[in-house]
């Protein structure tokens, strides 16, 4: 205790110090005005734009560190129907490091394409069990010196600080080098919303995010970080799901699904509960991944060879299932041309013409769009009465189309866009015929489940040469009912795209002598129903189906 001493009348000026020392400390004590919010926010557990509007994300991932040539995935991306793509970056320690001007491109196709960018380093993946991963302050220092490309984009670019900064060792780390980021990036001047992600390799098994979120949360200054939980085979029941995304919205905390697939190797996550959850919940989800995978995942790819005519089963379901990204993404109001910027569209490109139709791809081809500021790309849409549907999109006048149904009648057009994000107005239409493969051949196919599993099964294909001379040499093509997913096939080459299955012949089934047969087996994903194919066809003829 200090001792004081005896108190004295006081003066006037004494009096009038006093007060005035009273005044300033009201002055000094009360806090300013809060500015206004220069991009995203969190309030209320809720992520909101600059403009106060609810934003949910929906969208995929895509590795743009280890493909940076497929710059037209942003592009494609968007066609599909996304809002927002969550984008890997390297810092240098593990993977090439992705530069400022690099990140900077990046950017700048988001914008181009109206997409809200989630950028993550993925150097931080498994850390403390995955060798050369690195540590989230590490991540932090990457995203400083990187600042430049990011600064002013906060409408646009959130930050993810480090993808699944923790494997199952040292885990318990995570929420103090969560927050030491946190702070490190915010005393570097970064007003963005940050986003940061569970350890466990994302899944929070542990439940250290989920238990330390308030706590984190109350960390960042600026009161405007948002979790992201990742969901594989963790997550493999409804009442999973749906107990981790609850305790998120009823703490008032805001949650992202920021991967989540519909198989993987630790289990059988629940892509149907996680999409109908999060819709019921309207909280943002991004799947895994656009297209690239390897290491025993290539059936998480949502289109084959990063091509966009080519979804896969997985694909079909998260792009255009029940409570997919085409209908339910809402695209960021911050692209509403309410901006002040360039708000005028190009004009619409020329009716499109169709060259080398089969029975399953056409090519189209139109006259260039025109825009003050220049054409970044054209969006083909499929027209169906009053409805249009993304097909794909090209930076180009010309497309090939592939995957259509055989003897069906397909109707396209094609819609520009500028650098600003305008779209013009529609182009006419084209329809266009295919073929129907061609007449009956001397073949027979027998088609059989030979066994099944939750969301896989086996099945054996016996294709029959019922005419009187032999088969040199052979494709057989089908069509899945559902959405059925080739994963492995013995007997020839198979590829797959979107529903339909072309198999090339193996050196060794390549000769059919007459009345004789080969049989090929295959392993597949599915979802609930498993109808059979009812029609093949061999060489582009039909096939006796028994």
């Known amino acids: 205790m200090r001792l004081r001493p005896a108190p004295t009348a006081a003066r006037p000026a004494t009096v009038a110090a006093a007060l005035l020392a009273l005044l300033l400390s009201f002055l000094v004590l009360t806090p300013p005005a809060e500015a206004a919010p220069t991009g995203f926010r969190v309030q209320n557990g809720r992520l909101l734009e600059a403009n106060g509007n609810d934003f949910v994300m929906r969208g995929v991932n895509h590795a743009h560190t280890w493909y940076p040539d497929r710059i037209s995935s942003f592009a494609h991306i968007k066609a599909k129907g996304a809002n927002t793509v969550r984008v890997v970056l390297a ?7 992705n530069d400022t001007a690099d990140v900077a491109n990046v950017v700048s196709q988001c914008k181009q394409n109206r997409l809200i960018c989630v950028l993550e380093v993925h150097d931080t993946t498994g850390y403390g069990e995955q060798s050369g991963a690195t540590t989230l302050s590490r991540a932090a220092d990457y995203w400083i010196s990187v600042k430049s490309a990011l600064a002013g984009q906060e409408d646009y670019v959130i930050v993810n600080i480090g993808n699944e900064p923790y494997g199952n060792t040292g885990y318990t780390a995570w929420t103090a080098d969560t927050k030491a980021a946190i702070q490190k990036l915010r005393d570097a001047g970064f007003n963005h919303t940050l986003m ?27 009161r ?20 981790y995304l609850n305790r998120f919205v009823e703490a008032r905390l805001p949650i992202v699904v920021g991967e989540f697939g519909h198989n993987h190797s630790d289990g059988d996550p629940d892509e149907d509960t996680i999409l109908a959850t999060t819709q019921q919940l309207r909280l943002g989800y991004l799947g895994w991944s656009w297209s690239g995978n390897g290491g025993g995942v290539e059936y998480l790819d949502m289109v084959t060879g990063f091509d966009p005519n080519q979804l896969t089963s997985w694909g079909q379901r ?8 085409a209908a339910t993404a809402e695209e960021a109001a911050v692209y509403s041309g309410t901006g002040g910027g360039d708000t005028t569209p190009p004009t619409a490109p020329g009716t499109p013409t169709a060259s080398g139709v089969t029975s399953s791809s056409a090519t189209l081809t139109w006259a260039a769009a025109s825009d003050a500021t220049g054409v970044t790309g054209y969006d083909i849409v499929r027209v169906s009465g009053g409805t249009e549907s993304a097909v794909t999109s090209s930076t180009r006048t010309t497309t090939t189309l592939t995957g259509l149904s055989p003897a069906t009648s397909h109707t396209f057009a094609v819609y520009a866009r500028d650098a600003a994000g305008n779209r013009s107005p529609r182009s006419g239409t084209v329809t266009v015929t295919t073929s129907s493969g061609g007449s009956s051949a001397a073949c027979g196919v027998g088609y059989r489940v030979t066994g099944s599993w939750s969301g896989g099964f086996q099945g054996e294909i016996v294709l029959r040469n019922t005419g009187t001379s032999a088969i040199n040499g052979w494709t057989l093509r089908w069509t899945f009912p559902d959405s059925q997913r080739i994963t492995n096939l013995w007997g020839g080459t198979a590829t797959q795209s979107g529903s339909d299955v ?24 599915r979802s609930t129903a498993n109808p059979s194919p009812t029609a093949f066809t061999l060489n582009g003829a039909d096939c006796s189906v028994s």
């Open 502 to 525: 072309s198999v090339a012949a193996a050196s060794y089934t390549a000769t059919i002598p007459a009345s004789d047969s080969v049989t090929l087996g295959f392993t597949a994903s």
């Open 196 to 222: 940061v992600d569970a350890p466990n390799w994302g899944q929070d098994w542990a439940f250290t995010m989920r238990d330390n979120a308030a706590s984190v949360f109350a960390a960042d200054p600026d």
């Open 91 to 97: 810092n240098g320690d593990r993977w090439t490091r």
């Open 318 to 325: 998260l792009f255009n299932g029940a409570n997919g990204i």
């Open 224 to 243: 405007n970080t948002v979790f992201s939980i990742h969901m594989y085979g963790v997550y493999n029941t409804p009442a999973k799901v749906n107990d």
